[in-house]
Structure formats: structure tokens, C-alpha cells
């Protein structure tokens, strides 16, 4: 009797491995994804998709966690929630699709933090708005030639950006004239002109050349004293067309005021045939002064 419990004992243990060894595994229970995401744009839909894929095979720190991702798209990133099995959420941000699956993982494959609810999205600090209207005052001295004379003058503008292009008018009034040699008479000029830029951006001080075509209307006066018989002055006006180049440098102030440095350079096309010397076939000039940009 002895023997025979003993060979039965020995009989079921040896039975005993193989019917362990035989147990089926442990179902794994993939992720699933949340309400909101049959709602998002197709790619950020897709890799939710492919996401909740990877949980379901086996062998991956991520792998049959069970839970829920889900994803909500705005307008220049998305919000990634992960939910784990006992109901602990983690939400963070991502700006393309392809970091859904990374992100994602990372969240299942490490122990989430208690969190009643999920965090605001951080805030970004507001971008400055661009300005849509350019308001601009330059003064400084410009040289006519032929003519040989400095006048002293000022400029005001007022143009619209539309990005790194823009275009507007402005108005020059020179005067305070100086002639280089004696006897001249005295001369001035009111400029009425359209300008179309470029802007060009280095580090904070911006770049902007600028084509200027305008109406020039120059008006030179011989005084009393230089004229015969009982004339009190003697004038004479003429209009004619100009074309011209300008470079600015802008340096930010403060705000929306801008410091402006300016160099131009117009030629008259039909300055050349003109024979007086007191008007001139081109100018070089040279201004400083502020702007203001309004948004």
C-alpha cells in the first residue's frame, strides 16, 4: 500500500508542470481611442489609429495596457490625452502627427500621475502684430545738380506692408537753398511721389529699397535787386517727371516708433535739354527722422 501511494504521489507531481505550462496567457487589452478623435483631420486621425494598433501586439513596454488616447486638433498644434486603466489622465501637446506614436508610447509605457483633470494648455506669449499702416517724417540736406546748389527740405510718407512688400505716396517740400556758385538765383521745389518697397530683415534693423517715381514742381526767383527797370521779381515755374531710388535703414525705437536713415537719387529725363541752370536734372539726398508703425 505504501509503495502504491508513493508512485501515485510522484505521478501527479510530475503532472503538474505541463498542466501550468498549458495555461492560455493573459488577454491583452489594447488602448482604444477616445471620443474625439473620429472628429480630427485624417493624418492626426490616422496615428491615433496606428497608436492604438501598437498596443495591441504583445511584447512592448506599451502593449496591452488597455486605456484611452485620445486627440484634440487646433489651430497650430494638438492636445495628446492618455488615460490608463484605472481612470489617471496625462495630456500634453504635440505639433505634427508623427510625434502622436512616440509620446504616446512613452505615456503607456510609464507609470501616469494622478490627475483629476487634465491641465490647461500652456499659454503663448502674443505674437506683436504686424502694422498696417507705416507713418513716416525725414529731414536732411539734398544736393541739385546741374544746378549747383544744397537745398534743405522735409519728407512725409505714409505707406501699407502687405508682408515684405508694401507701397504708398509722400511729399517733399525743399527749400533754404544755397548755390555753390554766386550769382544764381534762389530755387525751390515741392516733390509729390508713389514709393514701392521691399523689406529685408538682419537680426532687429530692417532693410528696405524702394523704387520712387514722382512730380517735381521747381520754382526759381531772381530778386529785385538783380533785375532791370521797376520789376519787383522775376519767377519762373516749371513741372517735370522724375525717377528715383531710395535705400532705408530702420532701427527700432521703442514701441512702434522706428528710426529712419535714407539715401535717394532722382534723375529728370528731360532735364537734359533744358539750357537754364537753376533746374535741376537730378538730386542726391540724404534723411533722417522716425516713423511710426499702427496696427
Request: hydrophobic share 45%.
Given at each position: 500500500?505504501?509503495?502504491?501511494?508513493?508512485?501515485?504521489g510522484l505521478s501527479l507531481s510530475a503532472m503538474l508542470p505541463t498542466a501550468?505550462?498549458?495555461?492560455?496567457?493573459?488577454?491583452?487589452?489594447?488602448?482604444?481611442?477616445?471620443?474625439?478623435?473620429?472628429?480630427?483631420?485624417?493624418?492626426?486621425?490616422?496615428?491615433?489609429?496606428?497608436?492604438?494598433?501598437?498596443?495591441?501586439?504583445?511584447?512592448?513596454?506599451?502593449?496591452?495596457?488597455?486605456?484611452?488616447?485620445?486627440?484634440?486638433?487646433?489651430?497650430?498644434?494638438?492636445?495628446?490625452?492618455?488615460?490608463?486603466?484605472?481612470?489617471?489622465?496625462?495630456?500634453?501637446?504635440?505639433?505634427?502627427?508623427?510625434?502622436?506614436?512616440?509620446?504616446?508610447?512613452?505615456?503607456?509605457?510609464?507609470?501616469?500621475?494622478?490627475?483629476?483633470?487634465?491641465?490647461?494648455?500652456?499659454?503663448?506669449?502674443p505674437q506683436p502684430q504686424a502694422p498696417r499702416v507705416l507713418l513716416g517724417?525725414?529731414?536732411?540736406?539734398?544736393?541739385?545738380?546741374?544746378?549747383?546748389?544744397?537745398?534743405?527740405?522735409?519728407?512725409?510718407?505714409?505707406?501699407?506692408?502687405?508682408?515684405?512688400?508694401?507701397?504708398?505716396?509722400?511729399?517733399?517740400?525743399?527749400?533754404?537753398?544755397?548755390?555753390?556758385?554766386?550769382?544764381?538765383?534762389?530755387?525751390?521745389?515741392?516733390?509729390?511721389?508713389?514709393?514701392?518697397?521691399?523689406?529685408?530683415?538682419?537680426?532687429?534693423?530692417?532693410?528696405?529699397?524702394?523704387?520712387?517715381?514722382?512730380?517735381?514742381?521747381?520754382?526759381?526767383?531772381?530778386?529785385?535787386?538783380?533785375?532791370?527797370?521797376?520789376?519787383?521779381?522775376?519767377?519762373?515755374?516749371?513741372?517735370?517727371?522724375?525717377?528715383?531710388?531710395?535705400?532705408?535703414v530702420v532701427v527700432p525705437i521703442s514701441g512702434a516708433f522706428r528710426a529712419?536713415?535714407?539715401?535717394?537719387?532722382?534723375?529728370?529725363?528731360?532735364?537734359?535739354?533744358?539750357?537754364?541752370?537753376?533746374?535741376?536734372?537730378?538730386?542726391?539726398?540724404?534723411?533722417?527722422?522716425?516713423?511710426?508703425?499702427?496696427?
Amino acid at each position: 500500500m505504501t509503495l502504491r501511494t508513493t508512485l501515485l504521489g510522484l505521478s501527479l507531481s510530475a503532472m503538474l508542470p505541463t498542466a501550468a505550462s498549458a495555461a492560455p496567457p493573459p488577454p491583452c487589452t489594447p488602448a482604444r481611442p477616445g471620443a474625439n478623435v473620429s472628429a480630427q483631420p485624417e493624418a492626426w486621425r490616422r496615428a491615433v489609429e496606428e497608436l492604438v494598433e501598437a498596443t495591441g501586439a504583445p511584447g512592448q513596454p506599451w502593449s496591452c495596457v488597455g486605456g484611452e488616447v485620445d486627440l484634440v486638433v487646433r489651430a497650430d498644434a494638438a492636445q495628446v490625452t492618455v488615460v490608463d486603466a484605472d481612470g489617471h489622465a496625462v495630456t500634453r501637446e504635440v505639433v505634427s502627427p508623427d510625434e502622436v506614436g512616440p509620446l504616446g508610447e512613452a505615456l503607456l509605457a510609464k507609470p501616469l500621475p494622478p490627475s483629476p483633470e487634465a491641465p490647461p494648455a500652456p499659454q503663448k506669449e502674443p505674437q506683436p502684430q504686424a502694422p498696417r499702416v507705416l507713418l513716416g517724417a525725414l529731414v536732411g540736406p539734398r544736393y541739385a545738380g546741374p544746378a549747383h546748389r544744397i537745398w534743405g527740405g522735409a519728407t512725409l510718407s505714409a505707406a501699407v506692408p502687405f508682408q515684405s512688400w508694401g507701397g504708398g505716396v509722400w511729399l517733399r517740400q525743399d527749400g533754404f537753398s544755397m548755390p555753390f556758385v554766386e550769382g544764381l538765383p534762389q530755387t525751390a521745389e515741392l516733390c509729390i511721389g508713389a514709393t514701392a518697397f521691399r523689406s529685408f530683415t538682419v537680426g532687429s534693423v530692417e532693410l528696405r529699397p524702394a523704387l520712387r517715381p514722382s512730380l517735381a514742381v521747381v520754382t526759381s526767383v531772381v530778386p529785385e535787386t538783380d533785375l532791370e527797370g521797376d520789376k519787383k521779381f522775376d519767377q519762373d515755374t516749371r513741372v517735370y517727371f522724375r525717377l528715383g531710388l531710395e535705400a532705408q535703414v530702420v532701427v527700432p525705437i521703442s514701441g512702434a516708433f522706428r528710426a529712419l536713415i535714407a539715401v535717394d537719387g532722382e534723375v529728370a529725363p528731360s532735364g537734359r535739354v533744358w539750357a537754364s541752370v537753376p533746374f535741376p536734372g537730378y538730386t542726391l539726398g540724404l534723411g533722417v527722422g522716425i516713423e511710426a508703425a499702427i496696427p
